[in-house]
């Protein structure tokens, strides 16, 4: 699902909200998250999930074309885990369509 797909699924459940109404509710939220993982904070959301930021270390990798010695330097990374109940109702569901092949 793309952003304006949820956009318009916004729009479409809420008869009152208009489609620029929706767009900017979704901006408006994603803004948020967005702001609030740059400076490391926690959002947790009952029922779906949490996102997090994880610091990766500094560490020395290997250039797998010659094997040379690459220094990788630290980065933070945002992290989401589902809820029990997102985990539980995606098991569950009987997938309608095959998922589609990776890098697609």
């Known amino acids: ?3 304006s797909e949820i956009v318009e699924e916004l729009a479409s459940r809420f008869g009152q909200l208009t489609h620029q109404d929706a767009e900017f509710a979704v901006k408006a939220i994603l803004d948020a998250m967005n702001d609030a993982l ?3 904070q926690r959002i947790e959301i009952r029922g779906f999930g949490s996102f997090s930021v994880n610091h990766h270390a500094p560490r020395m990798g290997r250039n797998p074309r010659n094997g040379e010695s690459v220094a990788i330097p630290q980065r933070r990374v945002p992290h989401f ?3 029990k109940a997102l985990r539980e109702a995606v098991d569950s569901a009987t997938p309608e ?3 589609p092949a990776p890098g697609r």
Do not use: Y
């Open 1 to 3: 699902m793309t952003r």
């Open 38 to 40: 740059v400076q490391g």
């Open 97 to 99: 369509q095959p998922a």
């Open 81 to 83: 885990k589902p809820g």
